[in-house]
């Protein structure tokens, strides 16, 4: 036999972390929804029962009793199907990382996880035990090598020789986005079917979950490496395999694949959160307005407050061009000067101050005044506030804790600032008009924290900046090898210096989507304490 001779349905669900219930409920629904389409086998993600990641939630036996009982209601719905469902596995004191396979009324196998990563988010070994055992598996009459996500991306010599005397091998993975990391699987599962000759059916979760967005993009992919059938990115989609081949989804490119990381995150956090609304301080700048663009593609423009807080400081253009943008966009607009309430916090400072000279604790309470009038908003609508802090800023700490860093979720966290101008751009040639006023985008950076204030008056220009932090955040290379690459000594020292000294402001910044294979935050761990220079 062969995969032209089955019916395949590739799952590409978004669950909810410990909604046990709700995962459960939506996998046995995709069962029924597969069965009517008289399919042989539906393949659902990793751990779609308890949600991925679920964290230290492994750690209480309720949460692992109640998937085992989940799965045992989803193997009950399988009558004339088969069913390979993620989920977690108790044998005495060890815990498995799984793919249950389902059918007939019953779990007839579990597939465990031999390798479990422990690098950038991933902390696996933390909670799971691993397997030695690769084996294959008789499902809908033919068979079959199941693995879990991190056992194709590996070498093993082991599992080549098994998988070589299989039909098919089927991947579950809960595999998390950034950009770029689309073609790279496609290129790793082609890499495994080059070794063993077989073909793969390769099942990607899909949703948001707190800082990482899951992309999709399951495909089937056939002895020769070819592509056979492939999911849609970014969406959940239950995709029906007859005869080897099914629809193929169209490539996305990189501007676009980002903006709908950072809506499905943004979303499904929303969603998932119980917020019904968002509110984003509009500084009529490049970062907010790429905000609340994204935000209103993602929630709705009628889910999106923007409000503008000019101070004294302020240029006309950020009010007018704030106006204009909430216009374009058909979000909500309110304005709230801050210049009074500036006065009062420097009045009631003045006795502390006096003797010194105006600077930066001076320009940083106009932000601090902006962050209590947002989270006041919050407090009182329930409102989730969006900071608009992009990466280039947050790496060197060019932003103001309890001020414009304030909020529940940091949108752009991980974008850096050359990426922003990418973004908006992208957000209006596909649109086809101006959402973002051209006038945001061509105005020269700018916190507008004291007069005629540009942001390059304290940082180097972005297009040297951010190649610098790629090079040392991402990429872990010493200074002198930045350098090495045509870099002025003195700045990449200069912006080194800036990011390690600015760790614990990060450690206190809001939650942002990771779009880049380094973000800050759960797959970047350094200390605050450190005196380790380069």
């Given at each position: 036999m062969a995969l032209?001779?089955?019916?395949?349905?590739?799952?590409?669900?978004?669950?909810?972390?410990?909604?046990?219930?709700?995962?459960?409920?939506?996998?046995?629904?995709?069962?029924?929804?597969?069965?009517?389409?008289?399919?042989?086998?539906?393949?659902?993600?990793?751990?779609?029962?308890?949600?991925?990641?679920?964290?230290?939630?492994?750690?209480?036996?309720?949460?692992?009793?109640?998937?085992g009982r989940s799965l045992e209601n989803i193997a009950k719905t399988t009558k004339g199907i088969t069913a390979i469902v993620g989920t977690v596995r108790q044998e005495g004191n060890a815990l498995f990382n799984t793919a249950a396979v389902c059918t007939d009324g019953k779990v007839v196998a579990y597939c465990d996880k031999t390798h479990l990563p422990n690098y950038d988010v991933f902390d696996e070994k933390r909670y799971f035990t691993p397997t030695s055992r690769w084996g294959l598996v008789d499902i809908s009459g033919q068979t079959m090598l199941v693995t879990v996500c991190e056992d194709i991306w590996v070498d093993d010599a082991a599992r080549d020789e098994v998988a070589r005397n299989a039909e098919l091998v089927v991947n579950i993975s809960a595999s998390p986005f950034y950009a770029g990391k689309?073609?790279?699987?496609?290129?790793?599962?082609?890499?495994?079917?080059?070794?063993?000759?077989?073909?793969?059916?390769?099942?990607?979760?899909?949703?948001?979950?707190?800082?990482?967005?899951?992309?999709?993009?399951?495909?089937?992919?056939?002895?020769?490496?070819?592509?056979?059938?492939?999911?849609?990115?970014?969406?959940?989609?239950?995709?029906?395999?007859?005869?080897?081949?099914?629809?193929?989804?169209?490539?996305?490119?990189?501007?676009?694949?980002?903006?709908?990381?950072?809506?499905?995150?943004?979303?499904?956090?929303?969603?998932?959160?119980?917020?019904?609304?968002?509110?984003?301080?509009?500084?009529?700048?490049?970062?907010?307005?790429?905000?609340?663009?994204?935000?209103?593609?993602?929630?709705?423009?009628?889910?999106?407050?923007?409000v503008t807080m000019p101070s004294a400081v302020s240029s006309k253009g950020s009010v007018d061009h704030s106006r204009h943008l909430a216009a374009n966009l058909g979000i909500e607009f309110q304005k709230v000067p801050i210049a009074s309430m500036v006065d009062n916090y420097m009045d009631a400072l003045e006795s502390f101050f006096e003797g010194t000279g105006s600077g930066v604790a001076e320009e940083n309470v106009q932000a601090r005044v902006r962050g209590n009038i947002l989270m006041a908003l919050s407090n009182k609508f329930g409102h989730l506030v969006l900071a608009t802090g992009n990466k280039s800023e947050?790496?060197?700490?060019?932003?103001?804790?309890?001020?414009?860093?304030?909020?529940?979720?940091?949108?752009?966290?991980?974008?850096?600032?050359?990426?922003?101008?990418?973004?908006?751009?992208?957000?209006?040639?596909?649109?086809?008009?101006?959402?973002i006023p051209q006038a945001i985008i061509d105005k020269p950076p700018s916190a507008e924290l004291r007069p005629?204030?540009?942001?390059?008056?304290?940082?180097?220009?972005?297009?040297?900046?951010?190649?610098?932090?790629?090079?040392?955040?991402?990429?872990?290379?010493?200074?002198?090898?930045?350098?090495?690459?045509?870099?002025?000594?003195?700045?990449?020292?200069?912006?080194?210096?800036?990011?390690?000294?600015?760790?614990?402001k990060r450690y206190q910044a809001p939650l942002g989507i990771k779009v880049t294979t380094r973000a800050f935050g759960s797959g970047r761990r350094m200390p605050i304490t450190n005196r380790f220079r380069e």
């Open positions: 032209a001779d089955i019916t395949v349905a590739l799952a590409q669900v978004d669950p909810t972390v410990g909604d046990v219930d709700g995962n459960a409920s939506l996998v046995a629904g995709t069962v029924t929804v597969a069965q009517a389409s008289q399919v042989d086998l539906v393949v659902f993600p990793e751990l779609v029962i308890p949600g991925y990641p679920p964290r230290d939630l492994l750690l209480k036996p309720a949460f692992i009793e109640r998937c689309g073609a790279e699987r496609e290129g790793v599962v082609r890499r495994f079917v080059e070794k063993i000759s077989c073909p793969v059916v390769y099942v990607n979760l899909v949703g948001g979950q707190d800082d990482l967005v899951f992309d999709g993009g399951s495909l089937v992919m056939d002895r020769d490496g070819r592509i056979m059938a492939q999911a849609p990115r970014f969406t959940d989609e239950l995709l029906v395999v007859e005869s080897g081949r099914g629809a193929v989804a169209a490539p996305v490119g990189r501007d676009e694949e980002v903006t709908e990381a950072l809506c499905l995150g943004l979303r499904d956090y929303a969603r998932k959160n119980r917020f019904e609304r968002c509110v984003v301080g509009l500084s009529g700048g490049i970062d907010s307005a790429v905000v609340a663009a994204l935000a209103a593609r993602a929630l709705g423009p009628d889910a999106v407050l923007g947050m790496a060197v700490g060019y932003a103001t804790l309890y001020g414009d860093m304030a909020g529940g979720l940091a949108l752009i966290s991980d974008v850096p600032k050359i990426q922003v101008y990418a973004l908006a751009r992208f957000i209006n040639e596909e649109a086809g008009r101006e959402l005629d204030q540009r942001d390059d008056d304290d940082l180097p220009p972005y297009d040297v900046l951010d190649p610098i932090l790629a090079a040392y955040v991402e990429d872990h290379l010493p200074m002198d090898a930045i350098v090495a690459k045509g870099f002025p000594e003195a700045v990449v020292c200069d912006v080194v210096r800036r990011v390690d000294a600015n760790e614990y």
